[in-house]
């Protein structure tokens, strides 16, 4: 379904994606397949740097890194394919990385979207009054009726 908006709340564990315009609307739940983490520690030169393990922020309950899915990440830039208008939203890092995903691998949904803003978990009453709301301003502001 080609739909003009959509927004799309993401961790690194499920993705819920709505899509709609004035007489649609399309919702879906996308899950990582991984629960790959990285190994405990940090190498090389931060390996006793004395900065810790939450150097990076990104690291599992054990002090691994957390590893980007990028099939999952993929995934969910298919599910938009053909949407114009893009939200993203979601807790932590995994908003950011799906952006830079989509910068590297899948340009027509990273020119789509038009922001990333963080967001705890909303209901999908929640999330699509967040994505009405935004759009409304953000057409407004482009000039689009």
């Not at 995994?94 to 340009?107: I, S, V």
Request: proline letters at 4%; glycine letters at 10%.
């Amino acid at each position: 379904m080609s739909t003009y908006h959509a927004i799309v709340w993401l961790d690194r564990s499920e993705a819920q994606i709505i899509m709609f315009d004035r007489e649609h609307l399309e919702a879906q739940k996308i899950k990582s397949r991984s629960s790959h983490k990285g190994p405990g520690g940090h190498l090389g030169s931060l390996q006793g740097s004395g900065r810790g393990d939450s150097a990076s922020g990104r690291h599992t309950p054990s002090g691994g890194h957390n590893v980007a899915d990028e099939a999952y990440y993929h995934g969910v830039a298919e599910a938009l394919a053909g949407v114009h208008e893009i939200l993203v939203t979601g807790p932590a890092q995994a908003k950011t990385e799906f952006k830079a995903h989509c910068a590297r691998h899948d340009k027509a949904v990273d020119q789509a979207i038009v922001a990333v803003i963080p967001s705890n978990h909303p209901s999908d009453g929640q999330l699509l009054a967040m994505a009405k709301e935004y759009f409304l301003r953000y057409d407004k502001m482009q000039g689009q009726p």
